[in-house]
């Protein structure tokens, strides 16, 4: 059942419409690119439009997943393991004054304000696949940049080999960060060549708005050809380490969540098979279930990253 607009629309979200306007990012409605005054139609969050993106074959040609469902089935353990609570529980992360801080082995360490990451490169649209370790897939039009961009300005010191990303654990916001579900807060990793791969995307928008707070507002990272759980939701630091980081999946079960997670069809998750998907939208349990793909469906884009590597060992 979807909350009604009425429900998901609190106070938070004028507030994010104002920082967004004073960001001086707001462009005249209609503009192609930028955030507008003016709200998306269902009138919730203010517009964030991104040019379609012109990197070669990064656009599915697969039919977006409906902008109800993409907002409705999360994970967003820092709020409930259940996928319909995040929808109504997770609104409280829009719209609140936000900062990153980027630091660790750079030359230029930086705490970054939403205003400035919404401005330092020109938005794109992306439309990528998702797919979840649990076996489901969505596709999504994300608004946002490569990764890279970031990371250029804070100049990576030859040392840093991989970057470490932790996420926002507000005992006061956020009911599921005073469980021991996981072991806050969520910590993701990436190695540098994969984190400046220009797929790799920072990602503050989708379907044309600012992002949901079910889908990681306001700020996160999208790694199509990763299982879902590596894309983590509502950064708040990003850090640049010599050491291969433990992400809390990692830590939680080290057997099961491997450092890598590179969606691959032949290696199987202990407890169940990962050749196939259901796409949520497609007809509920019952419709039949499409073939996974290597990588995701980003193999001649991404699998040179790993040529040489037992994809079995490094899972
Ligand atoms: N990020 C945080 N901070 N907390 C989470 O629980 N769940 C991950 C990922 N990022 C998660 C997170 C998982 S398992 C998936 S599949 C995706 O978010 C889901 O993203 P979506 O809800 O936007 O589809």
Redesign the pocket.
């Known amino acids: 059942m979807h909350p009604l607009p009425s429900e998901i629309t609190p106070a938070g979200v004028y507030a994010q419409r104002r920082l967004y306007l004073q960001s001086g990012l707001a462009l005249a409605a209609g503009s192609a690119l930028g955030v507008a005054g003016a709200t998306t139609p269902d009138g919730t969050l203010p517009i964030l439009k991104g040019q379609p993106s012109a990197l070669p074959g990064v656009n599915t040609m697969e039919r977006p997943t409906t902008l109800a469902d993409?907002t409705s089935y999360?994970?967003?353990?820092?709020f409930s393991t259940d996928k319909a609570e995040p929808a109504k529980r997770a609104h409280v992360l829009v719209g609140r004054p936000w900062t990153v801080r980027v630091d660790g082995l750079v030359n230029k360490p930086m705490d970054i304000g939403l205003e400035d990451l919404l401005r330092l490169s020109p938005m794109e649209e992306r439309i990528y696949r998702?797919r979840?370790?649990e076996g489901w897939s969505?596709v999504i039009p994300w608004v946002g940049y490569s990764l890279s961009k970031l990371i250029d300005k804070v100049q990576p010191q030859g040392s840093a080999k991989f970057l470490e990303f932790t996420?926002l654990a507000d005992p006061a916001i956020m009911p599921g960060v005073r469980s021991r579900v996981l072991d806050w807060p969520?910590v993701e990793g990436l190695r540098m060549d994969e984190a400046r791969h220009p797929l790799t995307l920072l990602a503050m928008g989708m379907y044309g708005q600012v992002l949901p707070g079910?889908?990681?507002a306001p700020v996160r990272l999208v790694v199509p050809w990763k299982y879902?759980?590596k894309?983590?939701?509502?950064l708040v630091r990003i850090r640049f380490v010599e050491q291969q980081p433990v992400s809390a999946w990692g830590r939680a079960a080290p057997g099961e969540y491997g450092f890598y997670s590179n969606v691959n069809p032949q290696v199987n998750h202990p407890r169940w098979s990962q050749a196939t998907e259901r796409r949520i939208g497609e007809g509920g349990l019952f419709a039949p279930r499409r073939q996974t793909q290597m990588f995701n469906g980003y193999a001649e884009q991404v699998a040179h990253l790993y040529a040489g590597m037992d994809l079995k060992k490094f899972f």
Do not use: I, P
Request: charged share 10%; net charge neutral.
């Open positions: 993409a999360n994970n967003f353990y820092e998702l979840c370790v969505m996420t969520y079910q889908n990681g879902g759980f894309s983590a939701k509502s």
